[in-house]
């Protein structure tokens, strides 16, 4: 018997006002046809003045905890991937067991970009297996327009804001269920491809977005490519037993060149980047609340998950449900 933690819930929150490339095409030199050629991303979610990396992150989790069919009591461990907190701290997980009304286990805050869920996959899987913790939420949850430069066509178009989160349970096991592998990387060297120009740690320099498209473009297909072949091969398991690739959602025709390394139809990927655009750290979770939620991901079946993101930050996780 081996401890491992089992997927039994996800949810998402989304901010209510939906953008279409029409409407930003009338405040940014751009078109609907130059993004949805590009991108693939007809419209995106955008957060109001009254959302917070704390309340979609909290939305999320009740969604989450709803789904598993588990009181937030059962909760000792958050673990929220985020780029766009609202404070530096106290971090926006520990907010969130506060919302929640926990006032035991522990909770912290993990940035790694658009790789962020997969950094907080790994890390409560460890710590689930580790004995560490028994049931956890993790959460992607970011607000990206508040860090975009709206002046640059080439980004603002790209990215959209919300949450999703899962929940993980520690399960004695004989069986072949739950977080089989994760994988993790990183690559300081290529630091400058992505990045915000700025934090709260630098006075009256909150910083925006800065990105060179093509370089990051060539990294993601040729990172992520090898990152799914190592997450399958380090199982002994061959490109023909996914049955669902949830992919980061950050442009569609990456996600198309990595199915297609893998051999796998586009029919057998989750897509969401045509309404939710780029929600960084928050689109496997809102992907995979989608496909679990719709009914195409069974019991039974062999997910991938992998996404590429600043630092440059890239990994992958193998998941039987
Ligand atoms: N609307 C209209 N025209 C635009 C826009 C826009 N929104 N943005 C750029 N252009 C123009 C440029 O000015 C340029 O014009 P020019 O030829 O007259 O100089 C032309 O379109 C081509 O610009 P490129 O930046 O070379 O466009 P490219 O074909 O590389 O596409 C894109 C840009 C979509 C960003 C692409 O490089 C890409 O997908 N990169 C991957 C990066 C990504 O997805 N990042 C998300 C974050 S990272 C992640 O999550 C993996």
């Keep these: 018997m081996a401890r491992r933690s089992v997927l039994v819930g996800s949810g998402t929150c989304l901010p209510e ?3 279409t490339n029409a409407e930003l095409a009338t405040r940014i030199d751009t078109s609907d046809e130059w993004i949805r050629t590009r991108t693939g991303i007809h419209q995106r979610h955008l957060a109001g003045e009254n959302d917070t ?3 979609l ?4 989790a009740r969604s989450a905890l709803e789904n598993a069919g588990i009181p937030a009591s ?10 766009t907190p609202d404070q530096a701290f106290p971090s926006v997980a520990v907010r969130v067991l506060g919302e929640l009304g926990i006032s035991r286990g522990y909770g912290f805050d993990v940035a790694a970009a658009c790789s962020g869920f997969i950094y907080a996959l790994s890390i409560a899987d460890g710590l689930i297996r580790a004995g560490n913790a028994r049931c956890a939420l993790v959460i992607g949850s970011e607000i990206y327009s508040r860090i975009l430069d709206w002046e640059d066509r080439g980004t603002a178009v790209l990215f959209g804001d919300g949450a999703g989160a899962v929940v993980l349970r520690a399960s004695e096991t004989d069986g072949e269920d739950g977080i089989l592998v994760t994988h993790l990387h990183a690559d300081g060297e290529t630091g400058d491809l992505l990045y915000v120009d700025g934090a709260v740690g630098l006075r009256d320099k909150p910083g925006v977005l800065r990105m060179s498209g093509r370089d990051v473009f060539r990294h993601a ?9 190592e997450v399958l091969s380090s199982c002994n398991l061959q490109h023909s037993d996914v049955s669902w690739l949830v992919p980061h959602q950050a442009n569609i025709r990456i996600i198309e060149g990595v199915a297609k390394k893998l051999d796998l139809p586009m029919e057998r990927v989750v897509v969401t980047v045509d309404r939710h655009a780029n929600t960084s750290a928050a689109s496997i979770p809102l992907a995979l609340d989608e496909a679990r939620r719709d009914g195409r991901i ?6 991938l998950m992998e996404a590429l993101g600043g630092g440059l930050t890239w990994g992958s996780a193998l998941v039987r449900f």
């Design 17 to 19: 006002r939906i953008v």
């Design 57 to 60: 992150a909290t939305g999320a």
């Design 298 to 303: 069974r019991p039974g079946d062999l997910v």
């Design 53 to 55: 990396c704390v309340s």
């Design 221 to 229: 297909v040729a990172k992520l490519a090898s990152s799914v072949d």
């Design 74 to 83: 059962d909760i000792d461990l958050i673990i929220v991937a985020t780029s």
